[in-house]
Every structure is written in C-alpha cells, then in structure tokens.
C-alpha cells in the first residue's frame, strides 16, 4: 500500500501536490508581537481597546499579512498603533497550536518617532520597568516581560 501511494504521489507532480497538502494541513493566522523597550530598558506596554476587558494590556501585536515578513510585522504594528519607529532584535517566541494562530514575537529597541496613540485600537500606552507591570496584562505578555517564554 505504502509503495502505490509513493507512485501515486509521484505522479501527481507540483501544483497537485501543493493542493493536497494545503488541503491535509492546518491553516494559521501570524500573531506577532513586538516587546519594545526604550534607552531606559524600560518596556511600552498598551492598553488595547479590542482585548477583552480585564486583560487589555500588552505589547504592540497584531496580524502579519501575506508574504510579510514577521519582523516588518512588528515595526508596521507598533507604528501604525504607536507612530513610534523601532529596530527589531531577537525572536524571543514561536509558538503554534492555539486554536489557528501562529504566535511569534521579537525584541525591538525604540530608535525614533512621536508617540500618537491609534484611537481605534489603542486606549493608552506606557512605559514600565519589570517592577511595574500593569494589572490587566496578557498572561502571556507578562511572561514575556519576565522573560520566562524561550524560544523552543
């Protein structure tokens, strides 16, 4: 059986091949992130109209459009939701398997821009130390934070 299925997908050659793989795959969506700090260290954290009440601050983040570069991601992110200009550093996350999302998320340093806020999305922004994270933050952004979510 193992044997007629090879031939069988040897057959089939490209663009089959690529339709039954999507079509066997899972999809995502890419959630990236931007853990953004200033010449102080300290870390811009946002308090995002859409998140659920409760757990509304976090990092910069949104989705990665197709064939977008997930470090392009973050500095489109945090200028569209900040203004602010960033230097993307090191994947600090990869992680798959909640629902149909992709996480990912890089350290970025702050190298320019004005701070104006995205009405729509963003409600407030600081800058915090370690040691004065806000309540309300995304489980996963505070581990962020902490710097207890390596990358596998």
């Known amino acids: 059986m193992k044997r007629l299925v090879a031939r069988l997908w040897r ?3 490209g663009p089959v091949q690529w339709r039954v793989l999507w079509l066997a795959n899972a999809k995502f ?6 853990v953004v700090r200033d010449g102080q260290g300290r870390m811009l954290l946002l308090r995002h109209r859409l998140w659920p009440e409760g757990r509304q601050w976090g990092f910069p983040t949104g989705f990665a ?3 977008e570069d997930f470090r392009e991601t973050v ?7 900040t203004g ?4 993307i550093g090191r994947l600090v996350r990869l ?6 999302r992709l996480e990912v998320a890089f350290e970025a340093t702050l190298t320019g821009g004005t701070l104006k806020l995205d009405p729509f999305e963003i409600l407030e922004a600081r800058w915090c130390s370690l040691d004065e994270l806000p309540e309300g933050m995304q ?3 505070r581990a ?9």
Do not use: C, D, F
Request: zero cysteines; charged letters at 25%.
């Open 11 to 13: 057959m089939m050659r």
């Open 29 to 34: 969506m890419v959630g990236v992130t931007g």
């Open 65 to 67: 459009v197709k064939g």
């Open 75 to 81: 500095v489109r992110e945090v200028r569209e939701e």
């Open 84 to 87: 602010l200009v960033v230097e």
């Open 95 to 100: 992680k798959s398997g909640y629902r149909l």
């Open 139 to 141: 489980p996963v952004h």
């Open 144 to 152: 962020l934070a902490l710097g207890e979510t390596p990358v596998p």
